[in-house]
Structure formats: structure tokens, C-alpha cells
């Protein structure tokens, strides 16, 4: 997913989608230390706990990517980190919850190929 996000926000900015007011290093990312901090470590404990209850999964990253979008972002903007540029704030959501259904998406296929032939081969 982590790739996935990559792609994203390389594509987001060709688009001017968002801005990110200066980057960690020259030719990174921005949004780098979201996408390999924040993004990644919440992505996994939203899938650990919710995790074949797709409902609670959809409810949980709604309202934890709605307080991203409608505060955290609005703190980003004030400390001059990024700014949205061509999305409004309820783009944003919807695109982050297409990332859900793709990283839901995906673990279901890793789920169905690969721990049925684990469970097999161990009984």
C-alpha cells in the first residue's frame, strides 16, 4: 500500500492536487514522513483489529481519515506543511477511502492464496 500511497502523491502533485510547502530532502516526497509514519503504522492496526468485519473496517478509517482530513490537515496548513490545492476536503476523504477498499481488497486476495496453503499444509 505503501507504494500504492507513492504512486499517489508523485501523481497528486503533478496535478496540484495538494502542496506541500517544502520537502524533507530534495527530490523526496513531502509527504514522505506521513506515508512511512502515520499512514503505515495506522493502516496495519486498522487492519489487525478490524480485519474480517469489512463494516467496522469501513466506520474505523472513515472516522480516523475524517479527523485527518478536517483537523489534522487544517493543523498542517496553519504550521505551513501542506495545503490543498486542487481537492477540496471531501475529495480527500474519498480518495483516502479508495485506499481502503484497495488495501482491504488486497489482503483478502493475500488471505485467500496464501493462508489457505498454510493451514493445509500444517493439518
Known amino acids: 500500500m505503501c507504494v500504492y500511497v507513492f504512486l499517489e502523491g508523485t501523481f497528486g502533485e503533478k496535478?496540484?492536487?495538494?502542496?506541500?510547502h517544502f520537502n524533507v530532502k530534495p527530490n523526496v516526497l513531502g509527504e514522505v514522513p506521513l506515508i512511512i509514519g502515520p499512514f503505515f503504522v495506522g493502516s496495519l492496526w486498522i487492519l489487525k483489529y478490524t480485519f474480517g468485519n469489512f463494516k467496522l473496517y469501513l466506520l474505523t478509517n472513515l472516522i480516523v481519515d475524517s479527523i485527518f482530513t478536517y483537523f489534522g490537515l487544517t493543523w498542517f496548513k496553519k504550521i505551513g506543511y501542506v495545503s490543498l490545492v486542487r481537492l477540496s476536503k471531501l475529495q480527500l476523504s474519498l480518495v483516502f477511502m479508495i485506499k481502503s477498499f484497495v488495501m482491504y481488497g488486497f489482503?483478502?486476495?493475500?488471505?485467500?492464496v496464501f493462508s489457505n496453503r498454510t493451514w493445509k499444509q500444517a493439518y
Request: zero cysteines; glycine letters at 0%; aromatic letters at 42%.
Open 107 to 112: 489482503q483478502v486476495l493475500y488471505e485467500k
Open 15 to 20: 496535478k496540484k492536487w495538494w502542496w506541500f
